[in-house]
């Protein structure tokens, strides 16, 4: 006959987990802020949090509440959020613009040379003034702060010109890295490509963006960089954008660009996460028996309950022995 115990455990049953119908359109209200470009979704709990976010006239503070955006109306300090169609561009960045939102000196910006776009557009990382070349430009705020991200190491690949011809030691320098006030300066791989009269062009990997991190180290080494042009940032290459032209991401590459994040995310640690095997079904895995639990050979635990088996005197034995031995 079956122990209690086990008939208690042969009557439980899983539940199965119902999705409400109506249910796929919400998502978590920090997300949703996140998309909107209001700032990461770490931030965008903090708005939560603090008081300034409402939904349909109704502050929220608790995270993880859903929302439909398309039915439901949400403010932050006032200003309705709107959704919008994703939108992804690469363009093909002009030296004299900046990659900013706004810019009190009213210098040139990079969303200045999309002057039909209805949505709020954000550029994926930066590119200093001075520099031009590929650059993505998008209205998915979430999507480009994680891209932008030095968690996630998305590679950039650059063109450099440079004043004088870099020497094999200098290229292996700039792989070891140099010490600068922020930490160290790296490229994570450095090729010449040709040879211009007294110039010379090189090609560099780097997987995260720093202020003027090239041109830095570069001249560090004695080399003034002359002209730097971003050719590729992840999968996507420029190809033949004119400058100061852009076109849509196709939605293989959009997808790619996806994938990427999702094998490039790392624990804290900087590891991605154990995946630990699940048993066998059916199959109970027995917990290990430790040593000092067996009882020694040939000898019984004591029956008594709650008191400790007496220990065995070993050693007057061992000496009697010797002793009748003598």
């Given at each position: 006959m079956?122990?209690?115990?086990?008939?208690?455990?042969?009557?439980?049953?899983?539940?199965t987990l119902?999705?409400?119908?109506?249910?796929?359109?919400?998502?978590?209200?920090?997300?949703?802020?996140?998309?909107?470009?209001?700032?990461?979704?770490?931030?965008?709990?903090?708005?939560?949090?603090?008081?300034?976010?409402?939904v349909?006239?109704?502050t929220v503070?608790?995270?993880?509440?859903?929302?439909?955006?398309a039915?439901?109306?949400?403010?932050?300090?006032?200003?309705?959020?709107?959704?919008?169609?994703?939108?992804?561009?690469?363009?093909?960045?002009?030296?004299?613009?900046?990659?900013?939102h706004?810019?009190?000196?009213g210098?040139?910006?990079?969303?200045?040379?999309?002057?039909?776009?209805?949505?709020?557009?954000?550029?994926?990382?930066r590119?200093?003034?001075?520099?031009?070349?590929?650059?993505?430009v998008?209205?998915?705020?979430?999507f480009?702060?994680?891209?932008?991200?030095?968690?996630?190491?998305?590679?950039?690949?650059?063109?450099?010109?440079?004043?004088?011809?870099?020497?094999?030691?200098?290229?292996?320098?700039?792989?070891?890295?140099?010490?600068?006030?922020?930490?160290?300066?790296r490229?994570?791989?450095?090729?010449?490509?040709?040879?211009?009269?007294?110039?010379?062009?090189?090609?560099?990997?780097?997987n995260?963006?720093?202020?003027?991190?090239?041109?830095?180290l570069?001249?560090?080494?004695?080399?003034?960089?002359?002209?730097?042009?971003?050719?590729q940032?992840?999968?996507i290459?420029?190809?033949?954008?004119?400058?100061?032209?852009?076109?849509?991401?196709?939605?293989?590459?959009?997808?790619?660009?996806?994938?990427?994040?999702?094998?490039k995310?790392?624990?804290?640690s900087g590891?991605?996460?154990?995946?630990?095997?699940?048993?066998?079904?059916?199959?109970?895995t027995?917990p290990?028996?430790?040593?000092?639990?067996?009882?020694?050979?040939?000898?019984?635990?004591?029956?008594?309950?709650?008191?400790?088996?007496?220990?065995?005197?070993?050693?007057?034995?061992?000496?009697?022995t010797k002793s009748?031995?003598?």
């Amino acid at each position: 006959m079956a122990s209690p115990r086990r008939k208690t455990r042969t009557q439980r049953t899983t539940p199965t987990l119902k999705t409400p119908q109506g249910d796929d359109s919400q998502v978590r209200l920090q997300k949703v802020l996140a998309s909107a470009g209001f700032g990461s979704r770490r931030h965008c709990e903090e708005f939560i949090q603090s008081g300034r976010v409402t939904v349909d006239g109704k502050t929220v503070v608790e995270l993880g509440q859903r929302v439909d955006p398309a039915k439901q109306k949400i403010q932050l300090d006032g200003e309705t959020v709107s959704v919008e169609k994703k939108v992804y561009y690469v363009l093909n960045k002009p030296t004299g613009f900046l990659c900013t939102h706004s810019d009190p000196a009213g210098r040139r910006r990079v969303i200045d040379l999309f002057p039909k776009a209805k949505q709020r557009l954000f550029t994926v990382g930066r590119l200093d003034e001075n520099s031009e070349g590929l650059i993505l430009v998008t209205n998915d705020g979430e999507f480009a702060n994680r891209l932008a991200h030095p968690r996630y190491r998305v590679s950039r690949v650059y063109e450099v010109q440079v004043a004088g011809i870099p020497t094999p030691d200098i290229l292996r320098q700039m792989r070891e890295g140099l010490r600068f006030s922020e930490g160290y300066f790296r490229v994570d791989r450095a090729r010449r490509v040709r040879v211009k009269g007294k110039t010379a062009v090189l090609q560099l990997t780097l997987n995260q963006g720093r202020n003027r991190e090239i041109r830095r180290l570069l001249a560090r080494l004695g080399h003034k960089v002359m002209k730097l042009r971003r050719i590729q940032f992840g999968p996507i290459k420029l190809g033949k954008v004119n400058l100061g032209e852009h076109r849509t991401l196709t939605p293989h590459e959009v997808k790619q660009l996806e994938a990427l994040l999702e094998t490039k995310r790392e624990t804290r640690s900087g590891r991605p996460p154990r995946k630990h095997a699940a048993p066998a079904k059916g199959k109970r895995t027995a917990p290990a028996k430790s040593k000092s639990a067996a009882p020694a050979k040939g000898k019984r635990s004591s029956p008594v309950k709650g008191k400790a088996a007496p220990a065995a005197k070993k050693r007057p034995q061992q000496k009697a022995t010797k002793s009748r031995r003598r």
